[in-house]
Nanobody
């Protein structure tokens, strides 16, 4: 089992910045990829950014050049630096971890943290 605890988020103005952090605990040695998803009201949850254990990254087109994902394998943390925020970035952001063990592939989620960007 992997537990994920998010921190950060809150209210930002248009063009502002926020940073989200997520700390993993439990069977962290089994974690491969970690990432951030978001879900706005009335919309499906979507991938924002992901990073593998070897620091290969993937970003949604809508955040490329504005958001940066980083990971500290020693501390089992993943962060999302969000710059040039827009109102359309408003959503609940969820930390995600993909882990593999003898039971197969497992996906774990944090509780979510609200990000609100005002215009």
């Amino acid at each position: 089992q992997v537990q994920l605890v998010e921190s950060g988020g809150g209210l930002a103005q248009y063009g502002g910045s926020l940073i989200l952090s997520c700390a993993a605990s439990g069977s962290t040695v089994s974690i491969n990829a970690m990432g951030w998803y978001r879900q706005a009201p009335g919309k499906q949850r979507e991938l924002v950014a992901a990073i593998t254990r070897y620091s290969s990254t993937n970003y949604a087109e809508s955040v490329k050049g504005r958001f940066t994902i980083s990971r500290d394998n020693a501390k089992n943390t993943v962060s999302l630096q969000m710059n040039s925020l827009k109102p359309e970035d408003t959503a609940v952001y969820y930390c995600n971890a993909i882990a593999y063990n003898s039971g197969g592939r497992h996906s774990y989620w944090g509780q979510g943290t609200q990000v609100t960007v005002s215009s």
